[in-house]
Each structure stands twice: as C-alpha cells, then as structure tokens.
C-alpha cells in the first residue's frame, strides 16, 4: 500500500507538468491575444504593449518562465483585473465553493434516498413518479429555469431575492450577515440540485437494483432478517460503493464554479472570472485556475483509488 | 477616451454571454439619449419619452429609499483607475470619483469640467487650461495645474501599458521623455497654479479630449513616482482618490460599488448623498428594476421590452438611438472586392431592412453613413440609401465581369465567386438572409462563428471577405472612418481611395466644428459612392428611471454621468 501510494505519488507530479504544458500551448496556439482584443490600437503601441506583457516571446521561452515563477509560488498578475492571481481567485472562488457544496450535500442525500427507495419499490408508482420527476428536472435547460423561478418566487410572490450575494447597500456582519447570504444563495443552490439530482439518483437505484438480486441478499433474507435490515445494512453498503469514484470527480467541481447559474443570479463566483479569462485571452488567470482544477482532479483520482482499496476487500493495491 | 477602450468592437449580437457583456462595456453609458426631459420632441432625434402614469404603483424597495440613487453595472473588474483599468466597466465606476478638465456635452461637444476655460492658439497647435478657482479633490486639497501636468506625463512613462495612447495627441517632447532622452515634457508647461499650457506638433481635433482626460492628484498618485516604474499604483487601484462628485467608500467584489457625495465637489454637494452601481445581468436586469432594485436601467429597444418597461406604470422610458453602428467589413485587399462596382453589388444584393427587422423588431434603422445618427456630422443630404435591388446588383456583377458559370455561381477568371463570412454567434440574422439573397445573385456565402478575439485577429491579419462586428461609442466622427485612410495601421479593410484619404486628414486637421460638418458630409458622399464595408444598423435603447428620480437625463456620450451631481428622489 505505501508503496502504491508513492508510486501514485510520483506519477501525479509527471501528469501535472504534462498538462501545464499541453494547457499552456493550448491556450497560446487560440487566435488572439489580450492585445489584439483592442482594435483601437495602433499597432506600435500594440506592440510596445505586447512587449510590455512577454506576448511577444517565443511560446516555449514564455512557458519556462512561467512553470519557473509557478514553481515559486507566483503565478503572475491578471492581465485584465490587474491584480494578483491567487488574491482575484481567492475572491471569488470560496462564493462558488459555499453554494456547490451546499448544492453537493443536498444532491447526495436526495438521490441517495430517492435512489434506494425507488429501487426497492422497482415499478411502483412511486418510482414512476420519481423516475418522472427526476429527468423532467434533468431536462430543463438551467438558464430557463433559473429564470422561471426568479420570475415565480423573486418578482411574483417576492420571498426570494432576484439575484445578488447580500442586499444592496447591507451593511449586515456577524449572523444577520450568514442569514442574508443563506437567503440568496436558496434560489442557486435548489438550482443546481434540481439539475444534478437526476443522473444520480439513477445512479443510486441502479446500484441497488443489481445488489439486492446478489446471492447473499436472498441468503440474509432467508435467515430471517428483517427487509430493512437487509436493505440498509447489507445491501446500501455494496451498493454505493461505486459512488465512491463519483464523490471523488466531484472535487473539482466544489471549485470551478456554475457558469450560467453564477451570471443569471449574479453570484460573484469563479465561473465567470474564468469565462472572461478566456475570452480576453488572460493567461494567467487561465492558467493558474485550469492548473488549480486539474490538480484537484488527479487528486481526487487518486483518493478515490486508496479510498476504494480501504474499503473494498476484494481490491488489493500493491 | 476612457468610454472608446476595450469595449472597442461591440459584436453585432449582444450575445449571451458574458465576454459580449463586457466587451459592450461602455454601452451602459453609451446607449441613449441626447436632450431635454421632455417637450422638445422637434430636437429629440427620434427620442420617445414615455413618462411614468402610475407612480403608485412603485416598488416598495424604491419608496424607501430617501437617499439612495441605484444604477446597474455588468462587470467592473476593482481597477478604480483612469488609464489603467483594462475592463470598460471599470471605466464607468471610476467615472463618478474622477473628474476631468473637459468633457463632452449631450450634443457630443467640449464642455469644460474642472477647467473652467481653454484657449487654442490661432495656429491650433498650443492649448492652454485655465482651471477653475478653487477646485479641489475629494480630500481638500487643491486640484492644480500641476496635477494635471504629472497626469500626462505618467501617460508617457515607457513602463505605461493601459489603453490610453497619448502619442496621438503628439506634445512636443514627450516621445523624447518616453525614450528617456528628456527629464521632462517639453511641451507642457505649468505657467501658474491654475493655468497650463500644452504645446503639441500635429492638428488634431481630438487632442482637446485626450489632453483634458480625468485628472490624477500629483500629492496622492505621484509622491512614489519614479521614471519608468509604475507597479508602486497597482496599491492604489482599490483606494482612488479624484476631484469627482462622488468619492468611493467600498468595492463587494462581483456585487456592488458604493459611494458618497463629495461635499468638496466644484459644483456644489451632488443632491443624492448615497450612489451604488449595483452588478447586474441583462438577463434579469428588468426583473430588478421591475422589483424596485434598481432606480435607472438600460435595455435594448425592442417591442417587447418597451411595452413591458411601459406597462410598469412607475417607470419614465426613453427610447432613443445609440451611439454607434453595425457594419459587415469587406476585405478590399482582396482581388474579387476590388472593384467598387462589386462592393455596390453587395449592398444592394443585400435585404438590410429584413436584416434591422429582424434583428431590432421595429426598433432599427438600416445604416447607410458610418456615424451614428446622434452625431453632430450625421448629414444624409445626396446619400444613396442603398435599397435592396437584386435587379440591379446583378447588373453591376455583370458589368463588373462576374458571369454566371456552372451550377449558378458567378465565375471570374475561372473562380467561382464565393464569401466565406465570420461573425460570432449562430443567432446572427444576417446568416440566413445573406445566404439566401446572396445565392439569388450568383454568390456562395459561407459562414463560420468564432470567438471575438479570433475574429479580431483574422480581421488585423486581413485573413477574412466578410466580417460583422459593430462599432464602440463614436467620441468623435472621426473615430469611426479614420481607419480607412491608405496606410493606417488599423485599415483591416484595406481599403483605399485617395480623395477619402484626404478628407479625413482635413476632418481631423480644424478645431472649427462647422468647418469639420462640411468636410464630413463630403466624406460620407465619397464613402458612399465607394463603399469601403457594408453599412448595417443603427440601433436604439430603451432606458427606465424609476419615477420618483428626478433630474437624471442620460445623454449618448457619458450616460447618467453628466447628471450624477444633479438626481434627487422625491419624497
């Protein structure tokens, strides 16, 4: 196991400077740079500028030089917000990480319970009528149903607010500061649960399907347990062990924000920083936050392999 | 300047997403209006005022405001610094705290600002400032002809990388100090407290905007300043500091902007003690304002959002042109858009008017002069409007030599005929109509969507036939046509007619506005005659002020800038 772990390790770093490289020439062979989006300048001081910024350097010389101050814990200054990175990251992305964990915690639990209940109840109406719910859910596209319901509890019925963080102009700290932010955050969080619960919640029933038609299932039945213990007791366990490795890919998402949600409810969060970075070519943003998730994303990885081992017998990691 | 930045092309779609928002960023004080409140409709350009029927019918969350003024704003990036932002929106949140020595009036004309009066020598190469008495920052201290002084010369630090290019304005000197072969600006003079005088080498009619710019506190933004070291600033984009009617008191990043009234502002304590620029999506912006969030807000006119803003009851709407226009570029450098017939034949082949109809429902007009219809140049006088004529568009392939070969296309020299267009979203109307009225005439229309930085590379590369973009906010008349002199640098339509090179060298070459009328009109004629690029739409706002606001009149070149000092809430 230690030895597995290690050798994870070691892998982890080699994958890591792999993708920052094909991230980097990626985003450096997109038409266009930071500069060129201002077409109102002339070219000597388009050029002037690009010098002015490193645009003008070979790619290669300009990814060393950048994996060097990367390496050092600098990853340089916005081109746009002109201002560091990790402080404009830092801004923004605890907002996105509040309202997708939040939404995370809510998605498991519904789907975990709607998944298990409809498997066990396999065709009643009840797993019709969630099987019904759950993909109409699924369906609608999230910018009009994030309008539809600001439309019914924002400016309809008035209860919630249209969009926004906190109150315009609040000057709230301390608990009333939590509750207005709570409020707010209702509308985006129920969202991006009505959005995420479907697939899930297929996910749940389908693993339960498959493990109580296992042998040791009619075996804990015939030995006269109770169907509820049998269910959660014995058969829960096998069954949402595959939801491991899903629980693991949520990582990333924690942080990279709800890009649509974020910009129909005003949510000040990363997703939109990072949509802007890309489409006015700010390659440090870009860099820093496409590196931050991939890290998080081969981390999750490889948590869910040592996870799994700790917890499946029947995988041995050597 | 600081509106004509980043925001430069608006593409034609304000698409949805975000980028389009930002890089449409100076329309939320571009947009609108230029006159009266009310009862002067013979000057209004076409503006139609709706006033407020039921004021009643207010939001709750807008009664209760006593002394609060509430703007939307779509994405300000917590640069509050004038020549060093590099997001639009940033430009107008700092608009509130920094003032400038002159500005532009609603009829797009100087109007002194901190500078209560500017003389420009007979030959229109030295401009002299003279400062208002006793005009201070928003600290107390008194705004100088020095500070006015070290603004531009900051602009002409080598380590200065904003947007603003103060070469264009040429001062004597100051490519010297840039080059570090002067200590100082030849050229800019500080003769006494209040009064400067710049001396410049070149006639240019801008040059008044660019040297009166906001004006930057020597004591505040200059007592670290060393030659080509400018990162010392980078702490002060969060704490600014101007001579503006309202000074900045906090930044929510990604929520809002809040200020105070400057109580040392020149014109007096602004009436409204408190102002937030409140963030804001143009999807739910009319919910906000619907739901008394928001007291002032900009839409883009169409039927639906002008009977909704009306229907409101509590809303004044003011319905008006834009100031500026949307165009397809036509690459002439091109062998098959040499010719001028063919660029005529293009125009006329093409169903502008479906195109505006479908695009503004009702509340377009198709363009046929590159300015926008606010301008003070706007002249349709002798203008060929351009009506949609495949008869004649026909006509002129055929004169031109581009005969109909096999399967319908036109052929010259044995190439078919064929114009690959860029444009940035899928929802483009000019897709369906131009390929179809294209194809009428013989021509092969291909189109292909990008992002904006990509189309605007290929459009600097001249790597394109057609492209759609539309223009920023028209300062000056000259902003829009100046690119289509031979030889400048920004001429990605490569055009170039001799007798339009030197018209817009004479635009640019008198201060006397009457003068400069003239000299415009002949120009539209010639580019009419010779079309350069297509000419597309001009487009209109729909602007709602929240009916207990009084004294808000947003004009088409600073937006609700210019009455900021002015709006006061009914009680």
Redesign the interface.
């Known amino acids: 196991m230690k030895q597995y772990v290690l050798q994870r390790f070691l892998q982890m770093i080699v994958i890591l400077f792999g993708t920052s490289f094909i991230i980097f020439f990626l985003f450096a062979i997109l038409p266009g740079d930071f500069i060129d989006s201002n077409i109102s300048l002339t070219p000597q001081r388009a050029q002037e500028l690009k010098s002015l910024y490193g645009l003008d350097q070979p790619i290669l010389h300009r990814y060393l030089n950048w994996l060097g101050n990367a390496l050092h814990g600098d990853f340089g200054y916005s081109l746009k917000h002109q201002e560091k990175v990790l402080s404009l990251l830092n801004k923004y992305v605890w907002n996105s990480f509040f309202v997708a964990i939040f939404a995370l915690i809510l998605t498991w639990s519904i789907a975990l319970l709607t998944g298990v209940l409809s498997a066990i109840k396999q065709y009643s109406w009840f797993d019709g009528a969630v099987t019904f719910l759950v993909f109409a859910a699924m369906s609608f596209p999230s910018f009009f149903i994030s309008l539809l319901f600001i439309k019914w509890f924002g400016v309809d019925l008035q209860i919630l607010p249209i969009g926004g963080m906190i109150e315009t102009g609040s000057e709230n700290t301390g608990v009333s500061y939590l509750l207005e932010v709570g409020k707010h955050m209702i509308l985006p969080v129920t969202i991006l649960t009505l959005l995420s619960v479907g697939s899930l919640t297929r996910y749940f029933r389908t693993g339960m399907l498959e493990v109580i038609r296992l042998d040791y299932i009619r075996t804990a039945r015939a030995k006269g347990l109770k169907e509820r213990v049998v269910i959660f007791k014995h058969a829960l366990k096998n069954a949402i062990l595959p939801a491991i490795t899903l629980l693991a890919f949520e990582l990333p998402g924690l942080f990279s924000g709800a890009i649509i949600m974020e910009q129909i409810f005003n949510w000040p969060g990363v997703g939109r920083i990072q949509l802007e970075s890309v489409s006015f070519r700010d390659y440090p943003v870009l860099m820093a936050f496409t590196m931050f998730l991939s890290c998080l994303t081969i981390i999750g990885n490889f948590l869910a392999d040592v996870t799994y081992a700790a917890v499946d017998p029947r995988i041995r990691l050597r | 300047m600081k509106k004509?930045?980043?925001s430069?092309?608006s593409i034609i779609f304000l698409a949805?997403?975000?980028?389009a928002c930002?890089?449409d960023s100076s329309s939320s004080k571009q947009s609108a209006v230029p006159e009266k409140k009310v009862n002067t409709p013979a000057k209004d350009r076409g503006v139609k005022v709706f006033k407020a029927a039921n004021l009643s019918a207010l939001p709750e969350k807008a009664k209760s405001r006593k002394d609060?003024f509430?703007a939307g704003i779509s994405?300000p990036?917590?640069?509050f610094l004038p020549y060093?932002?590099?997001?639009g929106w940033d430009g107008n949140a700092t608009d509130p705290i920094f003032a400038p020595l002159v500005n532009l009036d609603k009829e797009g004309k100087p109007v002194g600002i901190l500078a209560d009066k500017w003389n420009i020598s007979s030959d229109q190469l030295t401009y002299t400032f003279h400062l208002r008495n006793g005009v201070t920052f928003s600290d107390g201290s008194p705004v100088t002809a020095d500070d006015v002084a070290f603004t531009l010369t900051l602009l002409h630090d080598p380590?200065y990388?904003g947007?603003q290019?103060i070469?264009?304005a040429a001062i004597q000197g100051g490519k010297e100090y840039k080059e570090g072969k002067a200590k100082t600006i030849e050229g800019i003079k500080v003769k006494n407290k209040q009064t400067i005088e710049i001396t410049t080498t070149e006639v240019n009619a801008k040059a008044l905007l660019l040297l009166g710019g906001q004006v930057l506190s020597k004591a505040y933004y200059g007592k670290d300043y060393e030659y080509g070291k400018l990162d010392y600033l980078?702490d002060l984009?969060s704490k600014p500091l101007g001579a503006g009617p309202y000074k900045f008191i906090k930044y929510?990043?990604?929520?809002?902007i809040?200020y105070e009234a400057n109580e040392h502002y020149y014109a007096g304590k602004p009436k409204t003690k408190?102002l937030?620029f409140?963030?804001?999506?143009t999807?739910?912006s009319l919910?906000?304002f619907?739901?008394g969030?928001l007291d002032y807000a900009s839409f883009s006119a169409d039927d639906d959002t002008v009977g909704q803003l009306q229907s409101l009851g509590f809303a004044n709407v003011r319905v008006g042109p834009v100031n500026d226009f949307g165009l397809i570029y036509v690459n002439n450098s091109r062998p098959q858009f040499k010719d001028k017939k063919v660029r005529q034949a293009l125009i006329y082949g093409l169903d502008r008017q479906k195109i505006v109809d479908v695009k503004f429902k009702s509340y377009g007009e198709v363009a046929n002069i590159p300015v926008s219809k606010v301008s003070w140049a706007y002249n349709d006088k002798g203008i060929n409007k351009y009506e949609f004529n495949a008869g004649k568009a026909k006509e002129l392939l055929d004169q031109a030599g581009w005969k109909a070969g096999k399967d319908g296309i036109r052929e010259k020299d044995g190439k078919p005929f064929v114009i690959h267009y860029l444009t940035r979203t899928a929802e483009d109307p000019i897709i369906p109509i131009a390929k179809e009225n294209y194809e009428d005439i013989g021509i092969k229309f291909e189109p292909e969507i990008m992002?904006?930085?990509?189309?605007?590379?290929?459009?600097?590369k001249k790597d394109y036939d057609f492209a759609s973009v539309s223009t920023?906010q028209i300062l000056d008349p000259s902003d829009p046509v100046e690119e289509f002199a031979t030889g400048n640098?920004?001429n990605?339509a490569g055009y170039s007619n001799p007798k339009v090179d030197e018209l817009i060298k004479k635009g640019l070459n008198t201060l006397d506005i009457e003068k400069r009328k003239e000299i415009y009109h002949e120009l539209y004629k010639e580019l009419n005659e010779d079309p350069p690029v297509i000419l597309v739409h001009y487009r209109q706002s729909a602007r709602a002020i929240s009916g207990q606001i009084k004294g808000l009149i947003p004009d088409n070149y600073t937006g609700i800038g210019a009455s900021l000092p002015n709006i006061s809430i009914k009680k």
Do not use: C
Not at chain 2, 278 to 281: A, G, Y
Not at chain 2, 451 to 460: H, P, W
């Open positions: 004509s930045f980043k430069f092309i949805m997403i975000l980028s930002a890089l609060l509430i994405a990036g917590g640069v060093f932002y590099e997001n380590a990388e947007y290019d070469s264009l980078k984009y929510v990043p990604g929520q809002e809040r408190n937030i409140k963030v804001i999506d999807s739910t919910q906000l619907e739901t969030e992002d904006f930085n990509a189309l605007v590379a290929k459009l600097n920023s640098p920004n990605a």
